[in-house]
């Protein structure tokens, strides 16, 4: 079954540090990978996803994502954060099918 | 930019009753989705829905559940006898028939309380 795997629960970082959140998934096959935010009180958005190409995908407010199909993994990055990135970031994969497995969800809190 | 739009925000009811949570779907978007979030917990998929039927649902969407399309642009999610660990978030999504699966437009969700 597939399964994804997201290594840290809470980040908390200042304003102007990088940022990497780690994902890893368990499928063998070809996968769509996603990487969604949650902002405190809204819905789920799509940050960016990455489905076939070059494997450095870049999404919206700067973030970018990386695929390593050698390591299963799709860590999500940003060079310098801003306390509006304050939010919780869930990676997400698809194998194809209609159903889409969403990680536990990681926390991030940017200190002003 | 056009929104997936649920109702209401926020049910309160009662264990043992029925509820049915709304989705108006983006018009063009063809696959339908609903998910749910438990306070603290992962994105949970519930169920899909595809040309009028369910194409694929997980063991959490026992009998209790439903869904159904029934005018052709409300999307919604019934549960005939709502239990204490109902309560969650859901959330309804949609995609374009010619986006990837997986690349979801959500809804602002519902907020769903058992008491």
């Known amino acids: 079954a597939q399964s994804v795997s997201q290594h840290n629960h809470h980040v908390i970082l200042s304003e102007a540090a990088s940022l990497e959140l780690g994902c890893n998934y368990s499928?063998?096959?070809?996968?769509?990978l996603f990487w969604y935010v949650q902002y405190p009180g809204q819905h789920l958005q799509l940050l960016l996803k990455y489905f076939s190409g070059d494997p450095l995908v870049k999404g919206i407010k700067g973030f970018e994502a990386e695929f390593i199909k050698s390591k299963f993994s799709f860590n999500l990055r940003k060079p310098s954060v801003q306390w509006s990135d304050t939010a919780e970031y869930f990676c997400?994969?698809?194998?194809?099918?209609?159903?889409?497995?969403f990680g536990a969800g990681t926390r991030l809190f940017v200190k002003a | 930019e056009p929104e997936v739009t649920q109702t209401p925000s926020h049910q309160v009811t009662q264990m043992g009753q029925e509820v049915i949570l709304r989705c108006v779907p983006i018009s063009n978007h063809l696959y339908f989705y609903w998910y749910r979030q438990i306070l603290g917990q992962k994105v949970e998929f519930l169920v899909s829905f595809y040309n009028n039927e369910i194409s694929e649902k997980s063991e959490i969407f026992d009998d209790q559940f439903s869904v159904e399309r029934p005018d052709g642009s409300n999307f919604t999610l019934k549960i005939r006898s709502t239990k204490l660990e109902d309560s969650a978030m859901y959330f309804c999504?949609?995609?374009?028939?010619?986006?990837?699966?997986?690349?979801?437009?959500f809804g602002s969700g519902t907020r769903l309380t058992v008491v």
């Open positions: 999504a949609s995609r374009a028939p010619d986006r990837i699966p997986g690349g979801y437009t």
């Open positions: 499928y063998g096959g070809t996968v769509n």
């Open positions: 997400a994969v698809n194998a194809g099918g209609f159903k889409t497995i």
